[in-house]
């Protein structure tokens, strides 16, 4: 479909007995292109080849991608169901024995009835991740409200997404990462790219953004940290932790007081404008800078270079996102595109970087607490009708919406919640204080855990199933840009692994909710499922088919029907989802970060990831090569802060928060604040970062504040308890 | 159509996918060839690959004395033939860039053979073909030239070309950097 100036006609190598499968990589929103070589011999995947005709990456790949496929034959692979019986060993790896799919099954089907019955329905809840299908993503979802009638399901997209859901749904009326495809980004002229440290963790996206900068455009990059892409930013940002809400409406009080306010847009197509511009009046450089510790000069810079751009993008990822105040940091940076009119038109517009593989299909389709498919709502009665005349259920039987994640392991320590079917996701290593929520996994009755490896959470788990990886599936994905995209099978499951689609049919039919599923027996079966109960709502996939998909490199929603080719540029007609078709500009007063600095915790804590990893590092963690170039994390640290305290480059020292403690190797560097440090969080059991993260929740998306708490450093690393 | 591996310094994000590319080509005995260094790692992030530049008069194969390293037609310097390489490593002193690799089990030396059955048909090399950032790319002789009008190079030679180094060399590095020169569009 889209042939731009990267694209190349290149024939890939073919090695003898083997060919090679279509698809993408397992691991971030990119979604990257790439072939899977298979041994025609074996059927078994042994490689990787470059896929050279997919749009997006053209061919390229990151350290990541290059290796995924030694996931799926990899020696750590779970091959059969695994029961431990002894509870008292809870927390370890110790006690797992290997069992049959039948006594798995019937153990897990025992205990959900023994505690629904003594407890009710919502005693048990369903913990799920966004690194999977929409087919999953959506089933997932069914299974908990049909099989379990249960309200207590939410997913891992409430420490990942949830706040740029809630920001765009509030500033747009709808919910898409982004307003134009990827293939745009290189032809624009000033890329605004706040929170987001896009060359560790969207590297296929750097080309474009090089490119943008060859082209003679800029690159204006807010980061606490001077990260790889923000070392060559034309302005680089580097405000504290925690005040990006200051920072994008000080760049919207002069890009108002500058003349860049686009006002026939602004009329036609946004209200409150009135409001936001009495509200940022306060913030002038110099208050903006108090706050942010950012230079006047540079925030000046950076609304000039933003105003008199023709074409600008803003961007932005977890680091505005996890905090307490995510959803407005959202609005806010989009503020800026809506009051310049820099949207609905190619080469302009906001996105965010979506950081799992399915982040933006796998909110969409009810998965999250009160979301039904098609991004339709249970608290819409209208809505809730729809998917139960669908599924075949009463609405009466519809279970209202739950909690979210973090507010789940909060029900599961008041005993509320019991039981837990946890499957794509590794909330001991990627929960925020990760005390408490290991606690809560360990005190639960009874818990399942589906994954292909044995993941830190799996740990706590009394049944483990053994999923299979994205390779040995088929299935939809939705990546960054909001292109439905087609993941192909390119091995039998490896042992007894099953895919999870199959693992909630097999279990729905054990719990006696057969009816509703046992019509599903394969992949295909799932996919038209999921695409008829997505029509009519906004998310509408009924006509993305896989057919369409292949032909059109992809099919970006909203796409209504057979006819419908999908919609790359979203709001070219200058129509937003609200009911009177206009956009919001967002009056966002500012709020500091829920824990500051004080004497006994003075310096400012975040975190976030390095390109050799993926989340929890469950996955990356036991690929060689990723681990030989990142075996363990480090903590990161202004030589002059370190000098402060005496310490030195590859030391240890003792981290510390009012949550939790662990021990760093220390890496001096210069390029961070002097009053940040810094620690990756891909690292489980006493190594995690997340030991001391807040978990202070955002008010609209729920989400964490990972990004910025009050931490301290002790010298000696002595163990407190 | 000649290709050849350019090199613009100034992309690199030190991701180091080029090294996790170098084992995958199906032909190296998933060991990689070259190197990515952290420039002042104590200071910032900057990174640069270091990959062999197959010269054209180099080094390493006029220090053989068993006449183990041949150039291939491409220019491409290829790795030691394992019947002829006497495990001297001549070459690895005798490079300036450090890039032949010694295996002592095998007694062998091993080095970047520029993915010679994939760039012998036109294929890119597998660094450059994943390379995220452009910092390695696959170019044709009149997009090497384009690249050279644009940039000011020093007395018109890019920089590897040098007379103290080893001359002309098959891979072409773009230093300082890519941004040098480039008029802003506003």
Known sequence: MQRDKFFREIENLQHPNETLVKTHCSYCGMQCGMNLRVDTRTNKIIGVEPRYDWPVNVGKMCPKGVTAYQQTNHDDRILKPLIRDDKSLKGTIKGFREASWDEAYDLIAKNFQKLQQAYGKDSLSVFSGVSMTNEKCYLTGKFARVALGTRYIDYNGRFCMSSAAGGFLRSFGVDRGSTLPWTDLHETDCLF???????????????????????????????????????RADVHLDLRPGTDLALANGILNLLIENGHVDEQFVNNHTNGFEETKELVKQFTPEYTSEITGVLPEKIIRAAEIYGKAPNAVVMFARGIEQQHKGVDNVSAYTNMALITGKIGRPKSGVATFTGQGNGQGGREHGQKSDLLPGYRKLTNPQHVKEVSEFWGITPEEMPEPGVSAYEMFELMDQKVIRGLYLLCSNPAVSAPNSNFVRKALKDLDFMVCSDFYLSESAEFADVILPAVTWSEDEGTVTNLEGRIIKINKAQEPLGESKPDWQIQVELAERLGRGKYFSHLKTAVDVADEFRAATKGGYADYSGATWDKIEKQDGVFWPCKSEEDEGTPHMFLDKKFYHPDGKAKICALPYRPPAEEPDEEYPLRLTTGRVVYHYLSGNQTRRIQFLRDMCPEPYIEIHPETAAKYDIKHEELVRLYTRRGEAIYKVKIIEAIRKDTVFVPYHFGHDQSINLLTNPALDPISRMPEFKACAAQIDKSIKKVH | MKKRLYIELENCIGCRSCLAACTQCGGHEERNRNYVYDVNPLVNRQTMPLMCLHCVNPACARSCPAQAIQIHETGAVLSALVEKCIGCQNCTIACPYGIPKFDTEQNLMYKCDLCIDRTKDGIP??????????????????????????????????????????????????????????????
Request: hydrophobic share 35%; with cysteine.
């Open chain 1, 193 to 231: 790219i706040a929170g987001s440290n896009t060359a560790e963790c969207h590297p296929t996206s750097m080309f474009r953004v090089w490119h943008v900068q060859e082209r003679g455009g800029y690159l204006i990059v807010a980061d606490p940290r001077e990260t790889p892409i923000a070392r």
């Open chain 2, 125 to 186: 090399p597998m660094c450059a073909s994943v390379c995220p950032t452009n910092t390695l790319q696959w170019l044709t002789e009149e997009e090497i030239e384009a690249k050279q009008q644009q940039f000011n190079l020093d007395n018109g030679k890019w920089v590897t070309s040098m007379q103290y180094l080893e001359n002309e060399t098959n891979v072409k590095v773009n230093l300082p950097g890519i941004l040098q020169g480039v008029t802003k569009l506003f």
